[in-house]
């Protein structure tokens, strides 16, 4: 009960989505939130590896990556990978992003370098890597 134990209340600098009502695990529209809990952690220069796929549980319409927020990841480094790299790095290329672009997943975490690496992506292109690295979930 937070009248008893006390809240603790934390500012983060990080914008929150205008249409807050799109949550979904289709789409990235969600990313402000991750990049928040980062802000928080205190590890806001951690590298990021963007996946974005577009297969049947993803669903096939990458047009919601114009309604994210991916301006909030100027200034670290960022790798595109997943089958719509291309439209997610011009996407980042329009956000002011400067990224690079890689086809396999796990030649992009490879890429960064040691510590930790936040990996963000639509469902199938997480679980490519998961299948990889032959994680049981």
Known sequence: EFWTEGVSVVWSGVTLAGQPRLAGVKHLNRLEQVLARVELAGSTDAPVVLGVNAR??????????????????????????????????????IAGVDCTVAADPLAAIRSMPKGEVELIGTYTAFHDVLQVLRVEW
């Open 56 to 93: 049947g549980p993803d669903g096939h319409d990458t047009s919601w990556l114009w309604d994210v927020p991916f301006e909030q990841l100027r200034g670290r480094r960022v790798v595109a990978t997943g089958d719509r790299r291309l439209d997610l790095a011009l996407r980042l290329e």
